[in-house]
C-alpha cells in the first residue's frame, strides 16, 4: 500500500522521501550563497542527508536529521529537523574548528491543494571545538580561546510548491533572536536571518 501525503504521490515530498529512497536540493540564501544536500529516507517517517554549504567566509560539512512526530489527517503535519555543521576554520573567529547545530520543531498546512504552508520554532547553537574540549588551562585560568559560542532562538515561516511529482520548489525565511530581541552582532550566521530558497529532487 503507497503512503500518500497531503492527498500526493509520495515522491513529490521534500522532506521525506520515503523508505530506501533518495533526494537530492540545491538551494541558496543568508547566509549560505550555495548549499547541496543528498537524502536518504531510511523509514517512510526518518530520513537522514549529507550537506555541504557555503558562506561568503567559510564552507561548512554536515549531516541533517528529519523525523515526522505528528500527522493526524492528509492536511498537516508536525516535523522535526536539525542539521549539525563543521567548520574547519572561519577568520572572523580566530581560525578556530567550531560547529553548529538548529534544531527545528515546524507544523505544515496543505492549502490549496498543492501548495504547504509551515511554521515553526528553533534554537541555534553555534560552539567553538577547542573551547569546549579544553575548558580551563593546566593552571585552571580560563583560556583566550577567541569564539567560544552561544545560542539563538529562531522563528520560521515557509512555503513549498510541487513542480512534478518528483520536483518541488521551497521558500523559508526565518529570524534570529536573543529572546525576544533581534540577534545583535554577536550572532555567529552574520545578518539576524536566514533566508533559503531551494529545489528538491526525489528519484
Not at 509520495?10 to 548549499?35: C, E, H, M, W
Not at 543528498?38 to 542527508?49: E, L, N, S
Not at 593552571?139 to 513542480?163: I, K, R, V
Request: aromatic share 14%; hydrophobic share 45%; net charge neutral.
Amino acid at each position: 500500500m503507497t503512503l500518500n501525503l497531503f492527498g500526493q504521490d509520495r515522491s513529490n515530498d521534500f522532506l521525506f522521501p520515503g523508505k530506501n529512497k533518495f533526494q537530492a536540493t540545491i538551494s541558496t540564501g543568508i547566509p549560505y550563497v550555495a548549499l547541496i544536500e543528498g537524502t536518504y529516507g531510511i523509514t517512510r517517517r526518518f530520513a537522514a542527508g549529507i550537506i555541504v554549504g557555503t558562506t561568503p567566509n567559510v564552507i561548512g560539512y554536515g549531516i541533517r536529521l528529519r523525523a515526522q512526530l505528528y500527522q493526524p489527517n492528509e492536511n498537516f503535519r508536525v516535523y522535526f529537523r536539525m542539521p549539525v555543521f563543521y567548520y574547519a576554520s572561519t577568520k572572523n573567529f580566530g581560525n578556530e574548528p567550531w560547529m553548529l547545530s538548529w534544531p527545528v520543531i515546524a507544523a505544515e498546512w496543505k492549502i490549496e491543494d498543492l501548495v504547504m504552508l509551515s511554521f515553526g520554532v528553533g534554537v541555534v547553537e553555534a560552539h567553538c571545538i577547542d573551547a569546549l574540549l579544553a575548558g580551563m588551562n593546566h593552571h585552571d585560568e580560563p583560556m583566550d580561546m577567541g569564539f567560544e559560542g552561544g545560542f539563538w532562538n529562531t522563528f520560521n515561516g515557509g512555503m513549498a510548491w510541487p513542480l512534478s511529482k518528483s520536483l518541488t520548489i521551497q521558500a523559508e525565511t526565518s529570524i534570529v533572536l536573543e529572546g525576544w530581541k533581534i540577534a545583535g552582532s554577536n550572532y555567529v550566521g552574520g545578518p539576524p536571518v536566514i533566508v533559503v530558497l531551494g529545489l528538491t529532487k526525489n528519484f
